[in-house]
């Protein structure tokens, strides 16, 4: 008895698990304005709008 016991323990345990590991956050859900920022982003970056960290660095070091 005590075994299967275990045994149960252990799958509710594995269960927990998985649940914790795909648990969404609040940090992971965007407002609407959060959205529509990422979503500019996003397209700027497809549009080849943005630039690297590197070149923003050099720019900043050349002030």
């Known amino acids: 008895m ?11 345990r594995a269960d ?8 969404i956050t609040r940090d992971m859900i965007l407002t609407e304005d959060e959205e529509k920022i990422m979503d500019e982003a996003h397209e700027a970056l497809r549009n080849g709008k943005t630039k690297t960290l590197a070149e923003v660095i050099k720019a900043r070091s050349a002030v």
């Open 2 to 12: 005590e075994s299967e016991v275990l045994k149960e323990l252990k799958l509710i």
């Open 16 to 23: 927990l698990n998985k649940i914790k590991k795909n648990m």
